[in-house]
Each structure stands twice: as structure tokens, then as C-alpha cells.
């Protein structure tokens, strides 16, 4: 037996995993709240009231809990989709600050723009920003069809959503209604962002 072949296999194991860190950690946070049913959902929804009541935990944690399992598995194969797509575009850092702002663009537009909204949940909305980041980061690596057909596709999804509505059957798939204002807060953090760890990315290589 070729005993040089297990410590490749566990260095394999171990970038696998670095790679995958973030989008597995927020799957896995996901699944876990689901399991605590209303009383997590209650207390992690985005909640204008709350909101305004200090906690500000809310702001990440609403796109973390879901309506139901109806809600939630479609969003975590999306995630693990998208994590296979941008998988070398994005390093894990850059995973978490697109997530990240992300959540904060949504929930702090969803707050300052749409007052009407007093309670939120969902990924959907950090899923288009990771989706237009991902795609700002494959056009600036001259990676041009797969990038432009990312932005094409996002760009007509938020164009029919701001013109009729939500996707057909997107709701009833959702068990509830589908707040569109967060599919546009998400996607546009997501360019800011993509062109952010560009800049950062070519200031990097400089040194």
C-alpha cells in the first residue's frame, strides 16, 4: 500500500473543505433553525418592531430561517449549487463578505425603503447578491460567457419582478409571500461587492 497517497487525500479533504467552509456553515445554520420551528423563526425573522427595539442580531439572522421545509430546501440546493459554480471564484473570506453584506444591504433596505414590510425571512435575497457578485468576479477574470450569461440572467429575473411581480408559482412554492424588494437589495450588494474584492484583489497583487 502506497503510504505517500493518504497524506495527498487529506490535503485534498482539507482544501475541500476550506473551500466549501461558508456556504456548508450556512446551510448547515439553515437546517438547524428550521428544526426549532416557530420559536427560532419567531426570533430571527427580520421584525421592523423588533428592529427598532435593539435587535440588531436580526439584520444577519432573517435570512437564515424559512416558512417551512417548502421554503427552505429549494434555497439550500440553490446555495450548494451556486457554491459549486463560484467555488473558484471566490476564496472563503470573500464568500462571507459577499453573504454578509449581502444580508446587512437587504435588511437595511428593506428598513429604510420599504416600511410597509414588517417581517421577513428567506436566502433568496443573499442568494441573487452571491449570484451578481459571482458574476462581477467571473467578467473581471475575463471569464466572459458564463459571467455574462450570470448578469443577463439575474438582471431579466429582477427586470420581470420589478415590472409583474414575482416568479410564476415562486409563492405557493414558498407557502407565503415573496418580498422582491430583497431580490434587488441583494443583487445590488452583490455588484458593489464583487467590484470591491476586485479592487482589493489587484491591490493585493501589487505588493
Known sequence: MNNDLF??????????????????????????????????????RYDRSALEAGQVWRLLTAHLVHLGWGHLWPNVLALLLIGALLEEFLKP?????????????????????DPGVQWYVGLSGVLHGLVACGAVRMLGERRFGIGLALAIGVAA?????????????????????VIVAAHLYGAVAGVV??????VVRRRASRL
Open 7 to 44: 497524506p495527498k487525500v487529506n490535503l485534498a479533504a482539507e482544501s475541500w473543505l476550506r473551500r466549501w467552509a461558508v456556504p456548508l456553515s450556512i446551510a448547515a445554520l439553515c437546517l438547524a433553525l428550521e428544526l426549532g420551528g416557530d420559536t427560532a423563526r419567531s426570533w430571527a
Open 93 to 113: 473570506l470573500e464568500w462571507l463578505t459577499a453573504s454578509v453584506a449581502a444580508a446587512v444591504a437587504i435588511s437595511a433596505g428593506l428598513y429604510a425603503f
Open 157 to 177: 429575473k429582477l427586470g420581470w419582478e420589478a415590472t409583474r411581480g414575482p416568479m410564476p408559482f415562486t409563492e405557493h412554492a414558498a407557502g407565503g409571500p
Open 193 to 198: 461587492t464583487g467590484l470591491a474584492l476586485g
